[in-house]
């Protein structure tokens, strides 16, 4: 039965996640009551599978939050309610299309259990009878409901336990007691040869894009998706996020190829040592990069091309602006780049994700809060000024 293979799956991914992301383990739901999932089907006019039941049973969905349970497509684990009030959301949105627009788009039939969040995108069951019940797909805004993810939910939840246990190669990334979803980049051919030879001053190259200032504040967007870590960086003095700024700069210049070029392997000593560090138009550093960034083009290789614009404003820029985009760019390269970037800001406690308060409390000059502020002085909530 498929309902065993829900329970058994179920065993899998609890098992898993007390170990490994015992935060996110915590955002599970208690089992649903049985009287609540019956209430859920007579409001929307149908029977859910036996495994949707079960799994129910199990856990009534994951608390919101970022250490909730999501599953490989991003989509949180819906609770009863939940699931009935997205279901009734997606029927109002398909209700004045035609039959035959409905039928890739939306069905009085299907259910959505899982749900993206920023958009009403998720993972969705149908409960129709006859050959298609219990199937799994997943409903886009834009283009409407397709299904082949899974014949049933036991299948997909046996899936997501074989994908949790095979770990960061299947995407299970975990970091600070949670469970994190993501596939770094593989197969980038090499390229290059430490032995080319530099550009000359003549050659048609486009010049280096000189970043803000040293000392101009960094607006906090870039530090958003670095979520925690986001938070650490711009709690941290300049001079250890210069530190880490330039270890970060040489780890992604090693994962890019970049570090193979003499003059780039040169800047990376001095920086790393806390020496000046020279780049001009054309001098041999910046000829390298231009060159190296009109070669990356050529070789769509973007990964290379962003590895030597990271560089200039390491060399140039606030090192604030320069650790928030090597980091960014390293989270698509390697899955360990949290922990990693964590230790290269000395491993301090790690802050909560941070929210509008925490950025209007900052108090640190080298970030420009003062939109946050501003949100709070209009409100009338008042903030007192915070880390330096």
């Known amino acids: 039965m498929t309902t065993d293979l829900v329970a058994a799956s179920w065993d ?10 015992p935060r996110t383990f915590a955002s ?4 649903a009551a049985e009287a609540e999932i019956r209430a859920a089907e007579a409001d929307l006019g149908l029977v859910f599978p036996a495994d949707l039941v079960a799994s129910l049973r199990r856990h009534d969905g994951a608390a919101e939050g970022t250490e909730a349970f999501r599953l490989p497509t991003g989509d949180r684990l819906l609770g009863v309610r939940e699931i009935v009030a997205a279901t009734e959301f ?16 939306w069905l009085p039939g299907y259910v959505q259990f899982g749900s993206y969040g920023v958009t009403a995108d998720g993972l969705t069951v149908d409960c129709r ?61 090499d390229w290059g040869d430490a032995g080319d030879p530099l550009p000359t001053a003549a050659a048609d190259l ?12 960094l607006r906090p967007g870039p530090l958003f998706g670095l979520e925690e870590l986001g938070a650490l960086i711009a709690s941290t003095s300049r001079e250890q996020v210069t530190v880490a700024a330039w270890r970060q700069m040489r780890r992604l210049a090693v994962e890019t190829g970049l570090a ?4 780039v392997a040169a800047a990376l000593d001095a920086g790393g040592r806390g020496e000046s560090v020279a780049l001009a138009q054309d001098e041999p550093l910046g000829l390298r990069l231009r060159g190296v960034i009109a070669a990356a083009g050529a070789q769509r290789d973007s990964y290379r091309e ?41 491993g301090p406690p790690l802050p909560p994700v941070p929210d509008d308060r925490f950025w209007a409390t900052l108090g640190n000059p080298a970030i420009d809060t003062g939109y946050y502020e501003g949100l709070f002085a209009a409100s009338g909530d008042g903030v007192e000024g915070g880390a330096g």
Do not use: M
């Open 12 to 21: 899998r991914i609890d098992a898993w996640l007390r170990v490994h992301a």
């Open 28 to 31: 599970l739901g208690a089992p």
């Open 90 to 105: 997606l029927r109002t949105a398909a209700a004045d299309l035609d039959e035959e627009s409905a039928e890739f788009y």
């Open 129 to 189: 009878p006859g050959d298609s019940l219990g199937a799994i797909g997943r409903f886009f805004d834009e283009t409407g409901t397709d299904f082949g993810r899974a014949d049933s939910l036991g299948g997909y939840l046996e899936g997501v336990a074989d994908q949790l246990e095979r770990g960061p190669v299947a995407g299970a990334v975990t970091f600070n007691g949670r469970l994190i979803w993501e596939w770094a980049a593989t197969g980038r051919p």
């Open 206 to 217: 486009a010049p280096l894009e000189w970043p803000a200032g040293p000392t101009e504040a």
């Open 260 to 263: 193979k070029y003499p003059e």
């Open 306 to 346: 962003w590895a030597a614009q990271a560089l200039v404003v390491t060399v140039c820029g606030s090192p604030y602006a320069a650790l928030a985009k090597s980091a960014t760019i390293r989270g698509r390269l390697n899955p360990d780049w949290r922990e990693e970037l964590h230790s290269d800001l000395g």
